[in-house]
């Protein structure tokens, strides 16, 4: 059931976390292991993307993104290398990968404070569950999303589907 900005949610503002709450220290990392990181927090948000960027440049269906100030994402060993990489929109996005094998672990799109950690780089991408469904309109027909999922054809307002502890950490970083 795709949702319009604003519809009754399972989970309102200042609600308790998703299940994604508990990360701090979770670690991550490449595909050779040149590359690892170590999150200090939980994130503010897990989108899970399906436009059409996002399709082709992970060559994928989806990409499950972990969103976290940049700051709260610790290089624990190597040195991810920064790609810049048109998107559909006509903008850029940086995206960071291991110089190595090239497995992008993190991206940035116009806020360069915000990481968006790929999910399936963490050492278990299996706890990772997503807040929200986005750019559904250019999903894969396949690909069936749980009718109690929050989705939207495009993007969503953000105070109306983060948690209050969130929201004032993107504030933090907005007043910067």
Same mark, same amino acid.
């Given at each position: 059931?795709? *949702?319009?900005?604003?519809?009754?949610?399972?989970?309102?503002?200042?609600?308790?976390?998703?299940?994604?709450?508990?990360?701090?220290? !979770?670690?991550?990392?490449?595909?050779?292991? +040149?590359?690892?990181?170590?999150?200090?927090?939980?994130?503010?948000? $897990?989108?899970?993307?399906?436009?059409?960027?996002?399709? /082709?440049?992970?060559?994928?269906?989806?990409?499950?993104?972990?969103?976290? &100030?940049?700051?709260? %994402?610790? $290089?624990?060993?190597?040195?991810?290398?920064? %790609?810049? %990489?048109?998107?559909?929109?006509?903008?850029?996005?940086?995206?960071? *990968?291991?110089?190595?094998?090239?497995?992008?672990?993190?991206? &940035?799109?116009?806020?360069? &404070? #915000?990481?968006? %950690?790929?999910?399936?780089?963490?050492?278990?991408?299996?706890? #990772?569950?997503?807040? !929200?469904?986005?750019?559904? /309109?250019?999903? !894969?027909?396949?690909?069936?999303?749980? &009718?109690?999922?929050? +989705?939207?054809?495009?993007?969503?307002?953000?105070?109306?589907?983060?948690?209050?502890?969130?929201?004032?950490?993107?504030?933090?970083? /907005?007043?910067?």
């Amino acid at each position: 059931m795709e *949702r319009e900005a604003g519809d009754d949610l399972t989970r309102l503002p200042g609600s308790a976390p998703s299940p994604t709450a508990r990360f701090s220290g !979770v670690e991550g990392g490449c595909a050779c292991g +040149a590359v690892r990181y170590r999150l200090a927090s939980e994130p503010l948000f $897990v989108h899970c993307c399906h436009c059409m960027s996002c399709q /082709r440049q992970t060559g994928s269906a989806f990409v499950i993104n972990l969103l976290i &100030e940049r700051d709260r %994402v610790g $290089v624990v060993s190597g040195e991810p290398q920064a %790609v810049d %990489v048109p998107r559909d929109s006509g903008g850029m996005q940086r995206i960071y *990968r291991c110089p190595s094998c090239q497995i992008a672990l993190f991206s &940035e799109y116009t806020y360069p &404070e #915000v990481w968006f %950690v790929r999910g399936g780089t963490l050492d278990e991408p299996r706890s #990772v569950t997503p807040d !929200v469904h986005i750019f559904t /309109r250019s999903k !894969v027909n396949w690909v069936q999303i749980p &009718e109690s999922a929050a +989705a939207f054809d495009v993007f969503y307002k953000l105070d109306e589907l983060w948690p209050r502890e969130s929201l004032e950490r993107i504030q933090a970083l /907005r007043d910067g």
